[in-house]
C-alpha cells in the first residue's frame, strides 16, 4: 500500500489531444512523452530508436512541429495538440500522399524509420510543396534510416509532393 | 508473370500506418521490465556483488547473478563454423568470476517498469580487482599481453591456414612485388531497432518469446537445451524487426536470461535494449589487419598472393564461430584467377565485445584489400587499373572456376558469370575513357575530382536447406509457410511472387507466414544472403507441387491430359490457347469433396553456394583544405542471375551501397587504450545520413542466371556493401595521383585526408 502512495505523489495530471482525440492521463514528471505515446496511449506507431534525439524515429509533430517525443517529457506536452503516424490517414482510411508515396516509392524497408520520416516529411511538405532533392535531403537529414539508402524515401516525398499540389489545383 | 516485375510490398501497409508489430509495441497485463547491468571495466576479476539493497528497492521483482543460474548452465554455443577448439573462450548469459568487455552481463534486474529497474541497478555494488586489458589483435599475441581466457592458455584462439600453389615460391620468380599493410576498422550493422525481447510463462511452465528474429528455429532449438526445456514447451515469435544486417537476431546472453527470468517470476518480462547498450552488447563486426603481398608482371598480371590476417574477436567467441575470418580469406582472391596463393588468419581475443556477421561479412574487409591492392600495382606499374583488373579476371570459359580455398565447410566454386562485363560498364557510364581530360580540365579550376572502381564477388544462397509448405484454402487464397525471416528486405513479398507465378494467381492472394515456430515446422532463416535463393527455390517447388496437384485434378475433370492445361488469372486454362478451361472456384468444391488436401511441402537442399557479382564505381571531388569528400556519382552493375523484384532488388544495392558508405567513411566502434568504447552513442558514432548518401545508379543484370537453383538467382542481399569503400578510396588516390597518399586504412576521414596532403608534397 505505502508503494502506491508513493508512486501516486509523484503523478501528474495532463491533458492532451493527439490526432483530435483528447485524452487525461497521470503521468510521472520524468516518463518520456514517446514511452506516454506508446505506453499509456498505447499508440506504438510512434518508435524509440536513441533515446538520445539523434535518430528520429520518434518524431511527431507537436503544435504543429515536428518534434522528438524522446526528448520532451510528457507534463511539457500538457496541453499540446499531438500528432502520430496514426494520424495521417484520413477518417475513412486513405492513406495520406506520403504513405502512398513511400509504398509506391520502395521508401521503407524495415518500417522503423518510416513513421518519423512520414512525420518529418509531412511537415516539410506543408510548408514547402514544391520541395527540390536537395531540400527534401536536407529535410529529412535529421532522421536515419539504416536501411534504404534515402534514394526511395526522396523518390517518395518527391511523387507525394505533386500528388498535393495535383489534388489543390 | 510476376517474377520480375517491380510490384508493390505486401509488407508496407502496416508500417506505413503505425499498425507494424514490433517487439516493443507488444503489451502484456502485468509485464515487467528487466535491465541488464553490465561491467564498466575491459577487463576485471569480480569480487563481490551485492544485491540486497537494491532488491528491497520499490517495485524490484528479481535480481539474478551467475550465482542464481544453474550451476550446469552451459556458454552459448556456435551456431556456424563450430570447432571444439573455440569452445573455451564462449560466453555465459551472466559472467561468472572475470568480465572481458566493457558491456559483459553482469547481473540482471526486474521491476514493475525500466524506470524503477534502473533506479534499483544504482543499488547494486559490485567490487572489481581490475586487470590489465589488451585492445588491439596484434598486441594481443604478444608474449606478455595479459590472457583474456586462461583455460584456453592463449590470446589466438584459431588459425586458418589456405593454400593454392606456392606462394612463397612463386614470389621469388616474380618480376615486382609489392607488400602492404592494410587496416578496416571495428563497426556494424547498427539497425535502427534495438533488440529486444518479450518471454512469457504460463502455469504449466510453456514459454512464448516474442522478438526472435533471423534464425528463429534454430534459436528455438538451442533456448530449449539451454533452459533445459523440451522442445514443444516453448514457441519463438518473430515479430516485426527494424533492421537485420547480421547482428540481429543471434542468440544473445539476454535470449537466456529474459525467458529465465519469466519463468522465475512467471509474469511477463519485457526487456528492451537502449542504444548505447546496443554499442556495448550487440555484436561488433569488421575489425582486421592485413600484410599482403603480391607478386606480378611488368603487365599487371598478378600470379602470387599472399596474405596475414589478424581477426579481432572481441572478448568471446560468439554464434558464428570462424564463419567471418574464413569467409575473409576464402573470398579474398574475388574475381581474379591467382596462380598462386597462401592466406593465414589469426582469430584473436581482445578486451572488446565480441563480434559477429555484418552484410558482407568478409568481403566488406577483402573487397577493401584487395581492390586497394590491384591499383596500388597498376600505380607501381603506372597502368591503367581498370586495364590491371581485366588482365586478371577469371574468364567466362574458366567456369566454374575454384580459388582453391574454402569457407563454412565447401571449396569456393564460382559457378557462372563474366567479371569484365560489368567493369565494362561501369567504365562506360562513369565516362572513364575521357576522364583524364575532364580530371585536368577540373585541376585546372582548382577541383580536385578522381574515379575509382572495385569489382566484387559475393555469395549467396549458403544451404544446406530451407523449407517452403504452400496451401490453397477453399477460397482460392493462399498460404505459403516459410522457414526464412523478415528482416526488412521483402521476403514476404518475393515468396508471395513465385507462388502467384506458379499458381496463376495474384500475388496478394498470398499470405507469408514465417518466424513462429508454432506453425512453421522447420526452417534455417534468413542470413547470409539466402532467403530468394533457397527459400524462394523451396517455395518455388512446394507451389509446383501444388500445382501439378491441381492440373492432375482439373485434367480428370475436363478428361484432357492434364500437360495440356496450365495455371492462369486464377483458374486453368488451356496451355497452348490460354483459353480458359475452369476457373478455381469450381475446381476447389471438387477437390474438397474428393477429400485432397492442397497442402505440398518441399524442402529445397543446395550443395553448393552461388556467386552474384558486379562492379561499383565512384567519382568523388575532395576539398584539399578541409579534406572533405564529396561523392559526384556512383554506380553498381550487378549480376544477380535472375531478379524476382528488381524495385526491391534496386533497393537493396542502394540501402547496402549506404551502409558501405559508412563503414568507408563514417563509422568506427573505437576504444580507448583502457578498453572504453568511445564511441558509444549517434553522437559520436556516425551513421550517413540523407546529406552524406548520394545519389546511387543501378544496373541489375541477369546475365548468368545461376544453374543450381530452378529460379536462376543469385542473391541481392550483400552486393550493395562490399564494394564502396576500395570505390571510394580509388577515387580518392585517382584524385590526388601527385600525392602518392597512402590509402590504406579505413574510416577514409577527411582530417585524415587532410593531414595526408599537408605532409605529402606532390611527386611530381
Ligand atoms: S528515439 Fe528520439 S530521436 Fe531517436
Ligand atoms: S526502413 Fe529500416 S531504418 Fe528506414
Not at chain 1, 520502395?106 to 520541395?131: K, S, V
Not at chain 2, 500506418?17 to 516493443?24: A, K, L, S, W
Not at chain 2, 586487470?131 to 599475441?141: C, E, K
Request: aromatic content about 8%; charged content about 25%.
Amino acid at each position: 500500500m505505502t508503494e502506491k502512495t508513493a508512486e501516486s505523489n509523484r503523478l501528474k495530471t495532463i491533458t492532451l489531444k493527439v490526432n483530435h482525440k483528447e485524452y487525461t492521463v497521470d503521468v510521472e514528471p520524468r516518463m518520456l512523452l514517446s514511452d506516454v505515446l506508446r505506453d499509456i496511449l498505447r499508440l506504438t506507431g510512434t518508435h524509440v530508436g536513441c533515446e538520445h534525439g539523434v535518430c528520429g524515429a520518434c518524431t511527431i509533430t507537436m503544435d504543429g512541429r515536428p518534434v522528438r517525443s524522446c526528448l520532451v517529457f510528457g507534463v511539457q506536452a500538457d496541453q499540446a495538440d499531438i500528432v502520430t503516424v496514426e494520424g495521417l490517414e484520413s477518417e475513412d482510411g486513405e492513406l495520406h500522399p506520403l504513405q502512398k508515396g513511400f509504398w509506391e516509392k520502395h521508401g521503407l524497408q524495415c518500417g522503423f524509420c518510416t513513421p518519423g520520416m512520414l512525420m518529418t516529411a509531412c511537415h516539410l511538405l506543408e510548408h514547402n510543396p514544391d520541395p527540390s532533392r536537395e531540400e527534401i535531403r536536407e529535410a529529412i537529414s535529421g532522421n536515419l534510416c539504416r536501411c534504404t539508402g534515402y534514394q526511395g524515401i526522396v523518390d517518395a516525398v518527391e511523387y507525394a509532393a505533386k500528388e498535393m499540389r495535383e489534388r489543390a489545383e | 508473370m510476376s517474377i520480375g516485375a517491380s510490384l508493390k510490398r505486401l509488407e508496407d501497409y502496416n508500417l506505413l500506418t503505425g499498425r507494424g508489430q514490433y517487439v516493443g509495441d507488444l503489451q502484456f497485463s502485468d509485464q515487467c521490465e528487466a535491465v541488464i547491468i553490465r561491467s564498466p571495466h575491459a577487463h576485471a576479476i569480480i569480487r563481490s556483488i551485492d544485491v540486497e539493497e537494491a532488491r528491497g528497492f520499490d517495485g524490484v521483482l528479481l535480481i539474478l547473478t551467475a550465482s542464481d543460474l544453474p550451476d550446469d548452465l552451459r556458454p552459448i554455443p556456435m551456431r556456424l563454423s563450430p570447432d571444439p577448439i573455440l569452445e573455451k573462450a564462449l560466453q555465459y548469459p551472466l559472467a561468472k568470476d572475470r568480465v572481458r568487455y566493457v558491456g559483459d552481463p553482469v547481473a540482471v534486474i526486474v521491476a514493475k517498469n525500466r524506470y524503477m529497474a534502473e533506479d534499483a541497478a544504482d543499488l547494486i555494488k559490485i567490487e572489481y580487482e581490475v586487470l590489465p586489458p589488451v585492445t588491439d589483435a596484434v598486441q594481443s599475441l604478444e608474449p606478455e599481453a595479459p590472457i583474456l581466457h586462461p583455460d584456453a592458455g592463449t590470446n589466438e584462439m584459431y588459425l586458418i591456414h589456405g593454400k593454392k600453389g606456392d606462394a612463397a615460391e612463386r614470389l621469388k620468380t616474380c618480376e615486382h612485388v609489392l607488400e602492404e599493410e592494410l587496416y578496416v576498422q571495428r563497426h556494424s550493422g547498427i539497425p535502427m531497432e534495438t533488440r529486444g525481447l518479450l518471454a512469457l510463462c504460463d502455469e504449466d511452465e510453456r514459454l512464448t518469446v516474442y522478438g526472435a528474429a533471423k534464425v528463429v528455429h534454430f534459436n528455438h532449438q538451442l533456448m530449449a537445451r539451454l533452459l533445459n526445456k523440451n522442445i514443444d514447451e516453448i514457441r519463438l515469435v518473430e515479430t516485426d524487426c527494424g533492421g537485420g544486417f547480421g547482428p540481429r537476431g543471434e542468440f544473445y546472453p539476454e535470449d537466456y536470461l529474459i525467458p529465465f527470468a519469466a519463468m522465475r517470476l512467471k509474469r511477463p518480462v519485457k526487456w528492451i535494449e537502449d542504444r548505447l547498450e546496443h554499442f556495448k552488447a550487440t555484436n561488433h563486426s569488421r575489425e582486421q589487419k592485413h600484410r599482403v603481398t603480391v607478386g606480378f608482371d611488368g603487365d599487371g598480371r598478378i600470379y602470387a598472393l599472399r596474405d596475414e590476417v589478424f581477426f579481432d574477436q572481441g572478448g568471446y567467441i560468439r554464434t558464428h564461430g570462424t564463419t567471418v575470418p574464413s569467409l575473409t580469406q576464402a573470398m579474398l582472391p574475388g574475381p581474379y584467377d591467382f596462380s598462386d596463393i597462401e592466406i593465414v588468419t589469426h582469430l584473436v581475443l581482445t578486451n572488446k565485445t565480441p563480434v559477429g556477421t555484418y552484410r558482407g561479412p568478409g568481403r566488406f574487409e577483402g573487397t577493401f584489400v584487395r581492390e586497394r591492392v590491384i591499383d596500388m600495382v597498376a600505380a607501381h606499374l603506372k597502368l591503367d587499373p581498370t586495364v590491371v583488373r581485366e588482365r586478371n579476371y577469371i574468364r567466362p570459359e574458366q567456369m566454374p572456376y575454384s580459388n582453391g580455398l574454402s569457407a563454412l565447410g565447401q571449396v569456393i566454386e564460382y559457378d557462372s558469370g563474366d567479371y569484365a562485363e560489368t567493369l565494362d560498364r561501369a567504365r562506360k557510364f562513369m565516362g572513364w575513357d575521357e576522364f583524364a581530360g575532364k580530371q585536368s580540365r577540373a585541376r585546372q579550376e582548382g577541383r580536385f575530382i578522381g574515379l575509382g572502381f572495385a569489382s566484387f564477388v559475393e555469395k549467396s544462397g549458403f544451404g544446406p536447406w530451407e523449407f517452403a509448405e504452400v496451401e490453397m484454402r477453399p477460397d482460392g487464397r493462399v498460404i505459403c509457410k516459410t522457414g526464412l525471416t523478415e528482416v526488412g528486405q521483402g521476403i514476404t513479398t518475393t515468396l508471395a511472387q513465385i507462388c502467384s507465378d506458379q499458381l496463376g494467381i495474384p500475388y496478394g492472394d498470398v499470405s507469408v507466414v514465417h518466424g513462429d515456430t508454432a506453425l512453421v515446422e522447420k526452417g534455417n532463416g534468413s542470413f547470409a544472403t539466402r532467403g530468394a535463393v533457397v527459400g524462394g527455390s523451396a517455395a518455388w517447388h512446394a507451389a509446383g507441387l501444388l500445382k501439378e496437384k491441381l492440373l492432375n485434378i482439373a485434367a480428370g475433370q475436363l478428361e484432357v491430359p492434364a500437360d495440356m492445361l496450365a495455371l492462369k488469372n486464377g483458374g486453368v486454362v488451356y496451355a497452348e490457347t490460354g483459353q480458359a478451361a475452369m476457373p478455381l472456384e469450381e475446381l476447389l468444391p471438387v477437390c474438397s469433396d474428393l477429400g485432397i488436401s492442397l497442402c505440398e511441402k518441399y524442402t529445397f537442399h543446395i550443395e553448393h553456394m552461388t556467386y552474384p557479382y558486379g562492379c561499383h564505381a565512384a567519382e568523388v571531388e575532395l576539398d584539399p583544405d578541409t579534406g572533405a569528400l564529396q561523392i559526384l556519382n556512383y554506380y553498381i552493375a550487378y549480376d544477380l542471375g535472375k531478379a524476382i523484384n528488381p524495385m526491391l532488388v534496386e533497393g537493396q544495392l542502394i540501402g547496402g551501397m549506404a551502409q558501405g558508405l559508412g563503414g568507408a567513411i563514417y563509422e568506427n566502434l573505437k576504444y580507448d587504450e583502457i578498453g572504453q568504447l568511445v564511441s558509444g552513442s549517434f553522437m559520436d558514432y556516425l551513421i550517413p545520413t540523407s546529406m552524406e548518401v548520394p545519389e546511387v545508379t543501378t544496373e541489375i543484370l541477369e546475365n548468368y542466371p545461376s544453374p543450381l537453383n530452378p529460379l536462376g538467382v543469385k542473391g541481392a542481399g550483400e552486393g550493395g556493401t562490399v564494394a564502396v569503400a576500395p570505390a571510394i578510396a580509388n577515387a580518392i588516390v585517382n584524385a590526388l595521383q601527385e600525392y602518392a597518399i597512402p590509402i590504406t586504412s579505413l574510416p577514409l576521414r577527411p582530417e585524415r585526408i587532410r593531414e595526408a596532403l599537408k605532409q605529402m608534397k606532390p611527386e611530381r
